[in-house]
């Protein structure tokens, strides 16, 4: 298999923090179900970094309209995850 690494990170709004998932313009046909690999990027992303501490920072630190980079991780359509580079955006 081959590991697609996916960009995320946080917009802030008015109202609330986005995740955001960047996804590669040549990802591998393994991955079929947006949603799927939504939530296991998701997932990788919050079992390395604390999620409350990363998202209070953000929030008190960043304007609505911005959007701050987590970094990246590297997926196996089955869910491994083959790498990581993510800081907690403060």
Request: net charge negative.
């Given at each position: 298999?081959?590991?697609?690494?996916?960009?995320v990170?946080?917009?802030?709004?008015?109202?609330e923090l986005e995740f955001l998932v960047r996804v590669?313009?040549?990802?591998?046909?393994?991955?079929?179900?947006?949603?799927v690999f939504q939530s296991l990027v998701a997932e990788a992303v919050w079992d390395r970094l604390d999620r409350r501490v990363v998202l209070e920072s953000i929030a008190a630190k960043h304007d609505p309209g911005?959007?701050?980079?987590l970094g990246t991780v590297s997926l196996e359509p089955?869910?491994?995850v083959a790498d990581h580079r993510l800081e907690d955006g403060t």
């Open positions: 298999m081959c590991a697609d690494t996916f960009g990170g946080i917009r802030v709004t008015d109202e590669p313009s040549d990802i591998d046909a393994g991955w079929t179900d947006p949603e911005d959007t701050v980079s089955d869910g491994t």
